[in-house]
């Protein structure tokens, strides 16, 4: 059940730009990795990583 909840807000996170911070890149929410994490894609440098989805929560969007 805990991966459930998890999972609903990253699914409600794909497609959105964040940064990393107040200050970071921006990064782009591929999809859910997981109930823990997200696969983004940094939008200057085009890696991709996956990424703690409590942390993609808290950063700010951007367009």
Excluded: C, I, W
Aim: glycine fraction near 10%; proline fraction near 8%.
């Amino acid at each position: 059940m805990k991966t459930l909840v998890a999972t609903q807000p990253a699914t409600h996170l794909v497609g959105s730009f964040r940064t990393f911070g107040a200050f970071g890149p921006v990064y782009q929410v591929v999809g859910p990795v997981n109930g823990e994490k997200v696969h983004v894609v940094v939008v200057q440098s085009g890696e991709e990583l996956d990424y703690p989805t409590a942390q993609a929560l808290q950063d700010p969007e951007t367009e």
